[in-house]
């Protein structure tokens, strides 16, 4: 009928016509038939004259909308809707209705991942409700919305901090307490994006302990802490959380798109105690459930299929399955959000996996093309998120000789910091981190001098906050200038810092080797130091297992030795159950070594080497056969 009404509008008064259609389409979206009602309000929208009511207009656009965002076109739908703002702006400048239509289009923009626009709207909604009502809980929320952008984005966070102050402020002078601790909870992320992570924490355990029991509140803030814990490195404290999480979303909302984020989350820390079965489950079910509420295609998928594919990248065989879980985030933001960091971020999990899988060349294709996207994007995004892309393809470059090219992007990864209002701060361990690929660039091009003048600023660099990885850094620099004494030093504040810091507890028991110690200092120390390393690889549930292969082949033979305790430990879960055995095989290593209370004089004589070997040769046989 539509069809054939449109050949007939020469006859008809088009504006009278339209109207027509827009009455149809009213009645196709009472009887849920979208498809329809689509076709109805685009064909009034043609039909609209220079002379027709814009209100009319603006109602069609608005219903068209309404529909598009139902179907998931959220582009074409903001379009309209923006259409519908700049005649509420013409005709109700203020207005409530103006200010709930910039709420929408600013949602429709966070959808596609369009911060800057969608921090626009919002910014434009704000100042509509500032005159028309200023202390109304819509500003409260608005200034919520607002300071979340600005937190994402990571540039502005004295601002965002400002306006959760201001939600809260509004959120106490009525009376609303849930609002009051969103706007708290916000604060909390401020201060996680700086890498104060404890003071966030703090306020997160707080807001828990003020929430009812197995209300979803508390399991949303619980979410966030385990998301804190997990940027720590607390990956263990990280899954406890998210399984408290989970157990309340179980009860209350087992198949909620709320549940997608929480496996989700699950699915992260367990990937990174190599618990991969595990992780994939959780992310199976984030997907399974997603694709049932939100539908296949939808944008807040596109993370659960990230993950999924890193986890498979390192299972067996699956590198097929990992692909086609990366293809299809891709396709989905490429459709949806193709200028967006998630995309980015997806390219650049997808690289991790290649070589991840010794991929090296296909790597850093994969890698390029983040970066590409992420200076395509300009001032939008995480500069955290670019930067780090630029040490990945240093590091890679570098890897394959291709030291000039490497040290170009290093150079860029730390410029692009230092060009950002407080970027160094809030990226602090990656500022660090490029300039340590810029020392082993600057040595593969034979520039000692520009090495060594690098090394220098790391070790000289103040921390504005504390970083058990900086002063890691710190240390390796040392050793690599074979400062031995300083590097220990370095190691044992890293440790301070995080008494479950394996890597800095391995690197010191290396390093102490070198140190020229009497014999008697040495065999107490070593009987210390090895004791610690061990007891916090059960702990710390190895929090770098990834790399244990790689790392077994550039370790001294000494320090490689060591790597034969934590083969055993591994198998025991908890530290209680570790220590029974660890004292177990300590004792037995003795009797084996004919030593007493401690390994002994000989056993640290390099003209023992033969007898050492064996001796640990015949203890690793004996459990671990």
Known sequence: LIEYALTLNKKLHEDQFARALDQFGDSFVKKELLKEAALCYEGALQLYNDNASVRYVASSRLQLANILQKQGKLQEASEHSLEVVKFMQEHEPRSSNLAGMCNRVGHLFLALEKLDEALQAFRQ????????????????????????????????????????????????????????????KGIAQVKRKQGKFNDSLTILNELVQDTNQDSLERAQLILEKSDVLYVQGDFRGA???????????????????????????????????????????????????????????HLHLTISYTNYGSVLMHCPAKEAKATECFLKARDILLKYAPDSMGLVCTHACYGDGLLQQGKGKEALTAFESALQLAKKLGDKGDIQEKSCLCERIANLLGAKGEFESGLQHAQMGWQMLESTPKGIEFNELG?????????????????????????????????????????????????????????????????????????????????????????????????????????????????????????????????????????????????QMCLPKLHEIASKAREMFGLGGSFGADFFDPTQEALRQQRWSTLTEHYLS
């Open 431 to 575: 500022y660090i981190q490029l300039k340590y690929a810029a020392v082993a660039l600057h040595r593969g091009l034979n520039d000692e001098i520009k090495a060594h003048a690098t090394g220098q600023f790391i070790v000289d660099y103040k921390c504005i906050t504390e970083s058990k990885w900086i002063y890691y850094i710190k240390g390796q620099i040392y050793e690599q200038w074979q400062q031995y004494e300083e590097a220990y030093n370095m190691y044992s504040k890293a440790i301070d810092l995080d008494p479950n810091f394996l890597d800095g507890a391995v690197a010191q028991l290396e390093v102490w080797f070198k140190l020229n110690r009497s014999l008697e200092q040495r065999a107490e120390e070593f009987d210390r130091l090895l004791l610690k390393a061990a007891t916090m690889d059960a702990v710390a549930s190895s929090i770098h297992d990834r790399r244990d292969e790689n790392r077994q082949q550039v370790l001294s033979k000494r320090s490689g030795d060591i790597w034969e305790f934590r083969i055993v430990f591994r198998r025991y879960p908890s530290m």
């Open 125 to 184: 909604e704000k100042a509509v409700e500032e005159e028309i009502a200023p202390d109304s809980m819509e500003l409260s929320q608005t200034c919520h919305l607002i300071g979340n952008i600005l937190v994402h984005q990571g540039n502005e966070l004295e601002e965002s901090i400002a306006m959760y102050t201001r939600a809260m402020a509004i959120a106490k002078k009525r009376g609303i307490s849930v609002a009051f601790a969103h706007a708290r």
């Open 239 to 297: 899954l406890e959380s998210s399984q408290e999480a989970c157990a309340i979303f179980e009860k209350k909302a087992p198949n909620s798109p709320e549940m997608v984020n929480c496996q989700t989350l699950m699915g992260r820390p367990l990937a990174n105690m190599m618990r991969n079965e595990e992780a994939l489950r959780c992310y199976q079910r984030a997907l399974d459930i997603g694709m049932k509420q939100l539908g296949p295609d």
